[in-house]
């Protein structure tokens, strides 16, 4: 860490936050420029961080040099993680396809879903039995009937089920069905269920905030980490910005960022970041090429009388596309899709 | 609602908007343009959520007219609302000022600070007993504990207490101490929690999302006004925007267009917005001039040793300005103060 | 500056930075964590911003600790700067109201915008003969014809004249004419305007860019300011954002915030902010509230065939009220209106 | 166009539009519906432009359905455009490597830059001799005598030369040397910039703007396209977020979206996106893989004493990675790299 002293700071602000370091057991080496006091701290951070400097008298600014993450951080380990969902590998080397309908609405309808999602080369199943929705007068999800629809939807394809969580109270319910909890954007920062989640003893599939940054959304994993679970893929899924051509702008970046910082597998929605059926694929294309572990994608048999999100889900027409971007595009680059495995 | 027909769209695709409407009871006027064919709905448009026109061939976009929000919507309720809390006003007219600690941290920083607020004019105590973190190593507050000590600090100064519940399941403990619930930006879309708050019979403080339009910040109202609850601050705190020398934006243009929007009374925090003590006042000016019914401010009496935000607390020596701006900036823009009243 | 050298650096890393910095005539402090080390530099900045610090190997972030900016910076000239135009005053103590057209379109309305104006309060002429469209088919501005009325409008009510330029070409044509330039936001880093305009001879109004951060604006005001021109007024007037309730979100922070880091007066244009008629006065109120030195405000006699930017513009039946606002509030605030001065 | 009545229009405000629409030679189709009435406007809405309907009493919202631009657009001119830069063509079918340093400095560094780029399979050279930099400090570029250096590496290596124009007064002397001229990210909305560029009888890149919607940008271009050029090549680079662990937040999304409204050429620069070497290579990958029709890479001899974004420089030791990628990636996805060919 560093401490910047603002101009006007006397000898004894400085002395006063030197004083703080070595009581917190470290070390603080002071560099006098002309305008400007550093003061340099060596230690274990975690104690500076109670210190409150940033409240001490003559203290302009506090710069924080290291992440303030540490279980999810790649500096710590340096090894990237696989996590398997059900027998589902995701990390390094593969390519994951998740699919499958954005809302589980029948059981007819999920299982058409899981089979063109299978068709097209996916190995796990996603679909919302609880849905958060902006209005409360949108379909909010058939709970735990949904819950029953995608295990017997798994029973019949043999596809591991990913599926959404959005209250604490619930992560017991769901992670009786679930081979992968999901959080979504909106609860990123929802730490009761992030730690509710961490405790639940299934893997865990972390949405980014959309308007979070890469180093929140690592604190946000962080959390579920603390609890003891590491089995945690982070999904990157659009943030919010100025543009709206799009429903969110793709951070495609962050793939390869995250990747950098931490040693977590990371996967793209190029569904819910564009908002749009005809960016899907597109947007596949470049989440597989930018290095992203997997990508978690809508599909749905109609899409016009789909309760939630139809106009981003792909249909059956689209589905040859998808089957043949998956299986040539991560061999090109390196990698090769996650076929079906014995659970 | 207009649904906007994409340039390739078909007279068929367009008959079935038609009647896809018709069906629902509605009625459609179709307007053909020489690239484009526009249909107006007339009728109503909650019925008409449900058709997924968006999700139909030959549908270029749907451009919604009206306000998804009802209950919190001043076009069904033109006169503005008064919300009561433990007897004090928040409302047009007057002008509240609720001020306290960041996080309660003892019983004596707690009263210091509850006398500091009073002093300045204060007739409601904020102070958080229950604190989302980004970090799951940063104090997360007393919890229960800290309630109990509002509620002492509460017998002893006669100020009802404000104070923010983070999970659904403690709506009922914290409802049982506060006298008006907060929910904070991060929970703005925690839709469970903002049920369980709609339930639990206390006024309710709703933040705007870090990264929420006005329009979701007045759906998240919505979702709890359908529980039956219609006693709910809207609380501006600043969005995410790229310009870092400040925590947040404060969005004052949030206050007037809220207020147009909906009959609800609009409030600032310009202790989180700014993230900054030198800007507490200028931008608590600035709240008031532009119409804010309340404001929500950060005292502490030693920031130097806050557990919580600590730098952007009022302290001692600034008390005396804050009371002499919120006893006279008010009536220069035809409001008053107010006054401690009796419960 | 400091310099965080990344985890992998390796001594002789740390000694080439060490070695570059001493080269450029400064000191190294070298602190040595157990993750990081950081190197604290001492000396003059501007010599080490030549030194490429970032590309250097084993570096992994330089921070910079002090401004980029000095001529127009605060900490080397700690008295606020009052700038004339045509002898009336913009700075701290007074609050100045600037009023008249967006566009001038014809001599009599720019002639009934003035007195609309100059009857609320104005002692300073707005009206744009080169407007900035975002369309190639929009009404462009009558240009130099457009100068002339503004200089006879001038001549007949005694105000002098704030105009646009938009075309370093044109910088010599408009300063004979007006008596303050304006940059405008699309142009706030077109250099090679800056610098013109910064030798023409005539104070400058520089505008925020719509997505400038406030120390990006500073630096094009140091632009200006390097060509020997230091009579600058800054104007912020709202930067974009994902909330399109507004056209614009007012930042009304960066009025006290910029006024922190540099002696120039801060102005606000609260007509271009919220593009809303409705919100113009809320505006004007938190502008003169939060301590701005001025406000610039849209005015037409006919909005409904204002040839840009009519649904902004105030009224003849707003002017009493804008009237008593700008004659009262900042009494309220501890200034006072600038009144008609002899030039 | 669609106009939406405000709820306490009148019916002479209704009326009122109508007469204004049919005036002008339009159709004005009126649906009322509870709350509000629309009017659908069908004819040459450049017209309804002019009639300032947005001002008019009455109306709550004008919502435009077509898009404002023409030249540019793909609905009037399907088939997507090849352009041609020195023979090299850029557009549809093939993937165009534009390489070289950030800024000219010497005519060996240009020299051995460009000779990296030729032996990655760049086919274009980039370089800038004029360089728009946020602080009036920094190197600025060296003006003609860089355009001379361009041109005679041109000569000694065959590539043609991409190089920006920041001053209107500058294009016919850029436009002698370059065979493409280039408009930066800062100059996007320098709408005479935009025309003297369109009248410079050379292909113009232009860079979206940092935070340019994806329509303005294309109005732009359609500034461009006004003036008889429509040898345009679009250029994603990145725009301003919150996030800040890269420099800008490509967005990747914009490709195909700007790809099917307009028939132009959208290229990427991974280089200014991310800010950082490690990032330029994902995001060619990504650029490449969503169907971008070029990409623009910094590289440089000696980035550690580069006078400009030398963090950013791809060096020797990554060209044969790039190589590999240009040479593969395309394929995999349809498209071939472009090959040197005969001027």
Redesign the interface.
Known sequence: M?V?MA?EATESDIQNVVTLVETAGG?A?V??????T?V????DS?RF??L?L????GVG?V?R??A?YKLVSR?NHPERTVVHVGGVPIGPGTMTLIAGPCAVETPDQTLQAALMAQRSGATLLRGGAYK????????QGLGAAGLKILADVRAETGMPVVTEV????DVELVAQYADMLQIGT??T?????LQAAGEAGKPVMLKRG??G????WL?SA??IA?RGNLDIVLCERG????????RN?????????AQ?LSHLPVIVDPSH??GRR??VL??T???????ADGVIIDVHPH?????CD??QALVDTDLEELAALVR??PQ??GRALTEVVAV
Chains 1, 2, 3, 4 share one sequence.
């Open positions: 560093v910047v101009p070390e080496f560099s006098r420029g002309v305008n400007r550093i340099g701290l060596v230690g975690t961080g109670t409150n940033r409240g001490q008298r600014d710069i040099i290291t303030p500096e958060p929705r902006t209005s409360p007068y949108a379909f959005v209250d604490a109270r909106r609860n920062q929802n730490f009761a269920l959309m308007s940054t890469i180093e929140e604190m962080e959390y603390q943030i919010r910005t100025f543009e709206k051509a799009t702008t793709l951070d495609i970046s962050a793939v390869p960022v950098r970041s564009g005809d960016l597109p947007l294309a470049a989440a597989i090429a930018v290095g899409p016009e009388s789909a309760l139809g106009p040539t595009l090109a680059v």
